[in-house]
């Protein structure tokens, strides 16, 4: 597998023999996306990820796409490929009794535990943060979970779907559009779930700080719900002041739009009269942009209705990078809407080392999003593929545990492992 440091091109980095995070254990007992992203963040910073699955059936991502050839292979899934590199993988079943003492062994020597299960299902199995704590009184515990661990929401399941509309994101998209009677979208992806494992990212590294000062671990309670509100507060703090619903449909008259071009769109937005000056220069100066009722900012969002169809006729017959370029020289605000492909074949992202390509023994070889995080003393590596489900059994309860072969041959017939 090829080890790359992260550098912008033409720099070297100074040779250190650790990372950021290098000597901090982590314990991943989650699943899906946000979680197992927030362990990632650690663990490209250097971090020890431990992530546990249940034997057979392994994280929920290994199920979901992209697969290569879409041909569906609980090692070959992109999402888990992408969200569990340099982790170390094991299978643990901590519903039995000999899986949950074996779990409270690793947190005897962990620092961070990060976990999205429901508040009822981590007491009752007696591994919530009060008996983890005796256990280990430096431990960190982030918990993700759709509503927090207290309210009457605390123990409700949730899709990503479901914790995205819960925050009023989906409520106030789409964005821009002329036709208020759209029904509310979600934004592509798992957005949302990325976002609430950065949060919880931050939270951790937060918690770890305060840790290494005053040696004492903490509990961090990460609401998705709450995290994605984050997104939108303006939003809520107008209602939760005003009384009112702000406009989930705004136009963006007299300002700019999204137009099309022959190979995809551009978004404009020029609504001070410099930027507007700019974008009719960057036209041409045609004879209906220099009309006295679009002089003024008021006077264009009165006729905006006129205006974007003809300057829908104008990017229409012309590719993106020819529009984009010309109007950066002439300060005009014009942006490409970017594709995967604009995004993989963009000069500033192979400038920037962005895709890596990892070799993994099951699914191949392939490029990867790395990190946008460049360190200048502790570079980002990508040191090793996803695990396999339950991969580094053998190392983590053999050679770090002290059990046996015998014993481990025994745990798995059992369904422990």
């Given amino acids: 597998m090829e080890n790359k440091e992260l550098m912008p091109e033409g ?17 991943e007992y989650a699943g899906f996306v946000a979680a197992p992203y927030c362990a990632k963040l650690l663990a490209d910073l250097g971090a020890e990820v431990i ?53 409270k062994e690793l947190i005897n020597s962990t620092d961070i535990l990060i976990e999205d299960n429901r508040p009822e299902v981590m007491k009752g199995s007696g591994l919530d943060y009060q008996s983890l704590k005796a256990i280990n009184p430096k431990l960190i515990m982030t918990s993700i979970t759709p509503f927090g661990q207290s309210g009457p929401y605390s123990n409700y399941k949730a899709y990503y779907l479901n914790a995205y509309q819960s925050c009023m994101l989906g409520y106030l998209t789409p964005v821009g559009s002329s036709r208020p009677e759209r029904s509310p979208l979600k934004i592509g992806g798992f957005v949302g ?106 006077g264009r969002m009165m006729h905006w209705h006129e205006i974007m169809p003809l300057i829908k006729n104008w990017t229409s017959t012309r590719i993106k990078e020819e529009v984009y370029h010309p109007a950066q020289q002439l300060g005009c605000t014009v942006t490409p809407v970017t594709t995967t492909a604009d995004i993989v074949n963009s000069k500033q992202s192979k400038a920037r080392g962005f895709f890596s390509e990892i070799s993994h023994p099951e699914a191949g070889r392939f490029k990867y999003p790395t990190s946008p995080l460049i360190f200048s003393e502790t570079p980002v590596k990508i040191e090793r593929p996803a695990p396999m489900l339950g991969e580094h059994n053998e190392e983590v309860y053999i050679k770090r545990l002290g059990y046996t072969q015998e014993d481990i041959v025994q745990m798995a017939k059992a369904g422990i492992i």
């Fill in 193 to 298: 779930e990325y976002a609430c494992g950065l949060s919880a990212a931050v939270a951790t590294l937060g918690a770890l700080y305060s840790q290494r000062s005053c040696g004492k671990g903490q509990y961090i309670d990460i609401s998705k719900q709450e995290a994605l509100l984050g997104f939108g507060r303006v939003n809520a703090a107008y209602y939760a002041n005003e009384g009112k619903e702000h406009p989930r449909i705004f136009r963006l008259m007299g300002k700019g739009g999204v137009m099309p071009c022959k190979d995809g769109h551009l978004c404009i937005h020029a609504p001070e009269d410099y930027q507007w000056d700019a974008l009719v220069q960057l036209m041409g100066s045609p004879d209906w942009a220099t009309d006295e009722k679009y002089r003024t900012p008021l």
């Fill in 11 to 27: 720099k070297k980095p100074t040779r250190m023999s650790t990372k950021a995070l290098t000597g901090v254990k982590v314990l």
């Fill in 51 to 103: 992530k546990i699955e249940k034997p057979v059936m392994g994280d929920e991502s290994r199920r979901w796409g992209p697969f290569p050839k879409d041909v569906p292979h609980s090692e070959k899934s992109g999402l888990f490929l992408y969200l569990n590199a340099n982790k170390l993988g094991i299978t643990l079943n901590l519903e039995t009794y000999t899986g949950s003492a074996i779990f």
